[in-house]
């Protein structure tokens, strides 16, 4: 029982980028895609692309690491997720119309469901444990 | 009242069944938050599924009126020749995304909406109202598109919920009180084997003393 949670946590994060693009990188892309640690494929959407690119000043295109990271670590509580890096909470804060703290973010469920729905495939759930 | 596990009452399988305990918790806890991602992931994908809907529906109730009047206008025979003539092919890329380790489809499409030199019948023998038919429909068949992929999203998204639930019942009404119940025993065993030894030597000082 023991093994299967363990490989039940292991499978938790597999769906995460083996590793992460820039948004300028996926821009000039003709299809810009991830490729994920379990071996598949995430394709990122132009459009969303595109509004990214509008709200972010272009100094800031190489610094944005897409998929952005929503991580939900149970320390922090029911419904609470965190939003890491410079960029990334600038481009949270931006759409939630939240102001950032430092480098870190902290939204809440109904944050998350506004986020998800702009930005479905630029950003990623990832589980800490 | 869950079953306790069949172990030793000893002080190392108490150290192990609370490291268990902790890691189903630590599981229990994580797989929950992606249960309740994915519930909103669904009610999310629900919701725009029912407006998606809606919105092809209105378009095709559209497109269906405006193919009538074209036909009432330009005639049965000339508006089917005119649908054979038609280019039927649509450029769809068609790739995967993934939420939470699901792959779902995503559909993004150009130029479904073509102008009518585009569509391939003679612009000589048909009317505007061909025209503004086959744009409704071109319309219809954007949406369609896009709530194909929705639902597709719902229904791989509902059978994933249903598999974590399964393991978050499993962990939160099995596993997890019967560690616990296990821990209990175990806890309550080594009390009373420790008040025995107390008692044990309290006698065993008793009956030296009554020897001496």
Not at chain 2, 55 to 79: D, F, N, P
Not at chain 2, 159 to 179: D, G, H, Q, S
Request: contains cysteine; aromatic residues 6%; charged residues 30%.
């Amino acid at each position: 029982m023991d093994r299967l949670i363990k490989f039940e946590l292991g499978r938790l994060n597999i769906h995460l980028p083996k590793r992460r693009i820039s948004l300028r990188a996926a821009l000039s892309s003709p299809q810009p895609q991830i490729l994920t640690k379990d071996g598949g494929v995430h394709a990122l959407k132009r459009e969303e692309l595109e509004f990214l690119s509008k709200i972010l000043s272009e100094s800031d295109w190489d610094k944005l690491q897409l998929p952005i990271f929503i991580s939900l670590e149970p320390k922090l509580g029911k419904g609470a997720a965190r939003i890491m890096g410079d960029v990334e909470t600038k481009v949270v804060g931006q759409i939630l119309k939240k102001e950032k703290i430092g480098s870190e973010l902290i939204i809440y469920r109904p944050e998350v469901a506004v986020l998800r729905r702009k930005l479905p495939t630029t950003t990623q759930y990832f589980f800490v444990w | 009242m869950a079953m306790a596990l069949t172990v030793a009452p000893t002080r190392m399988e108490l150290i192990k069944l609370r490291q268990r305990i902790a890691l189903a918790q630590k599981g229990h806890d994580l797989l929950k938050d992606k249960m309740d991602a994915l519930i909103m992931e669904l009610f999310d994908a629900l919701r725009r599924i029912q407006d998606s809907r809606a919105k092809a529906l209105e378009q095709l109730s559209k497109a269906y009126s405006a193919l009538s009047e074209c036909m009432a206008v330009l005639g049965t025979l000339e508006t089917m020749q005119a649908a054979r003539e038609a280019k039927k092919d649509v450029q769809l890329n068609i790739s995967t995304r993934n939420i939470m380790g699901i792959q779902v489809p995503l559909v993004e499409f150009r130029d479904i909406e073509r102008n009518a030199l585009a569509r391939g019948y003679s612009l000589h023998t048909t009317s505007s109202l061909l025209d503004n038919a086959a744009r409704e429909f071109e319309r219809a068949l954007k949406l369609l598109v896009g709530l194909a992929e929705l639902e597709a999203v719902a229904f791989a998204l509902a059978r994933e919920l249903e598999k974590t639930k399964r393991r978050v019942n499993a962990l939160e009404y099995i596993l997890i009180p019967r560690l616990k119940e296990t821990l209990k025993f175990i806890m309550m065993r080594l009390d009373e084997i420790e008040r025995e030894n107390f008692t044990r030597l309290k006698r065993i000082k008793a009956i030296i003393e009554e020897r001496r």
